[in-house]
């Protein structure tokens, strides 16, 4: 049996809370972009899926510098300063939003957001795993657990403080016959601006606990570049490339998919978080696990498995739309620290640079799935789409025999 031991490193939980504030405000923007899109900005699927996109694009290619950098440095400022970045960006995007209701202009400093992001997960990466050797994949697991609390109280937050802005106040006149649309017209996002609080411990912790400068096993310009196993890394790239339609691609269109279905930003908000906490807290199982026996297996099975619940998320209502968005999420993303630690195992002499690169391509390719997504929605629609969502998840579960049993 595999066992969990919850970290207690105050270095592990510098990095953790920071990952976590920082998941909160990038995973609250689907949420905040689909309620505009009925307010204040009116979008389509296509103009979605890209600000989403180009935001988890500019953080996939700015992670693998900024891990080098973090090698050098410790990563202390580094860290610290991207979370800040993340906060203001979105504020920025809200004040953008409400005072000009342009897309063009607000969508610029939602993109930037990505920068911080790509900051603060390979700094938070790399201590997370140097925090306790014993346990990597399970450390990493926890740490990545904390994003996916971050990743699932985003919508909720965003979508229940929307809800109290914008709709308890006109909930008694509801009833009648064309006041259903008055509940959004008004598009006040005021609530959001206090979530910045946020910040202000993992900020702090981050400033004062990470090292100023961390020692690496090989300095990045020692980096023998010859010695990467290439094989490996691309089996790892082609199933990684097919895995991000299922996640994180899809995630980003769960919100508009049930917005279709009538539902308010509270609920749709409360079903994205779920898909996130499911797979966060499958993530720590699924990273003892790893610690333990052969990754290809779970990987395989757990993407082929979550295929049906990706299927037929479109066509469920209430309680089974719920537990297939679970299902989904804990079956898809739960590996997602088990590639991690992969990438760190075949890049030893720069963890962060390894840690860096690797969740750049995930998100880069999730990034890549959500404007796919988002463009073959507009053609199709977003249920059909799901079902090529299904599709990908199951291809990439069989490509993972491709993976080599250990680094």
Do not use: C
């Amino acid at each position: 049996m595999a066992t969990l031991r919850i970290p207690r490193q105050p270095l592990f939980w510098a990095v953790g809370t920071g990952h976590l504030v920082n998941d909160i405000f990038m995973s609250m923007g689907v949420v905040v972009l689909t309620f505009l899109s009925a307010t204040l900005v009116p979008m389509s699927n296509a103009q979605i899926g890209f600000a989403v996109s180009a935001t988890q694009l500019l953080g996939a290619v700015s992670q693998p510098f900024l891990g080098l950098r973090a090698d050098r440095t410790g990563g202390r400022w580094l860290g610290a300063g991207g979370l800040l970045w993340v906060v203001g960006m979105m504020l920025l995007t809200l004040l953008l939003a409400t005072i000009t209701r342009n897309y063009a202009l607000m969508v610029i400093p939602y993109i930037l957001m990505g920068l911080g992001s790509g900051a603060v997960h390979p700094v938070g990466s790399l201590h997370a795993a140097e925090a306790d050797k014993q346990q990597v994949a399970t450390n990493v697991a926890y740490f990545f657990l904390m994003g996916q609390i971050g990743l699932a109280l985003g919508p909720v937050l965003a979508g229940l403080l929307l809800d109290a802005a914008n709709v308890s106040w006109l909930s008694p006149y509801l009833q009648a016959p064309g006041m259903e649309t008055l509940a959004f017209r008004e598009g006040n996002l005021s609530p959001l601006f206090g979530l910045a609080l946020l910040a202000i411990l993992p900020v702090t912790l981050m400033a004062t606990r990470i090292p100023q400068r961390h020692k690496a096993r090989l300095q990045t310009s020692d980096f023998d570049w010859r010695a990467l196993p290439l094989v490996p890394l691309l089996a790892l790239a082609v199933m990684v490339i097919f895995r991000g339609l299922a996640q994180p691609g899809s995630v980003n269109f769960i919100p508009a998919l049930f917005q279709q279905k009538g539902w308010s930003p509270s609920e749709y908000g409360l079903i994205t978080s779920s898909f996130w906490i499911s797979m966060g807290l499958a993530g720590v199982f699924m990273g003892a696990l790893a610690d333990r026996y052969d990754r290809r297996h779970i990987v395989l099975w757990t993407m082929v498995a979550s295929a049906p619940a990706f299927f037929l998320l479109p066509h469920l209502e209430g309680a089974l739309a719920f537990t297939a968005a679970i299902l989904a999420g804990a079956l898809s993303g739960g590996t997602h620290s088990m590639l991690v630690v992969l990438a760190q195992e075949l890049i030893p002499g720069g963890k962060a640079f390894a840690s860096g690169a690797m969740l750049g391509f995930l998100f880069g390719t999730g990034a890549l799935g959500s404007l796919v997504i988002g463009s073959l929605a507009d053609v199709i629609g977003l249920a059909n789409t799901f079902h090529w969502v299904a599709v990908a998840a199951a291809f990439s579960g069989v490509l993972a025999l491709a993976l080599p049993r250990r680094a």
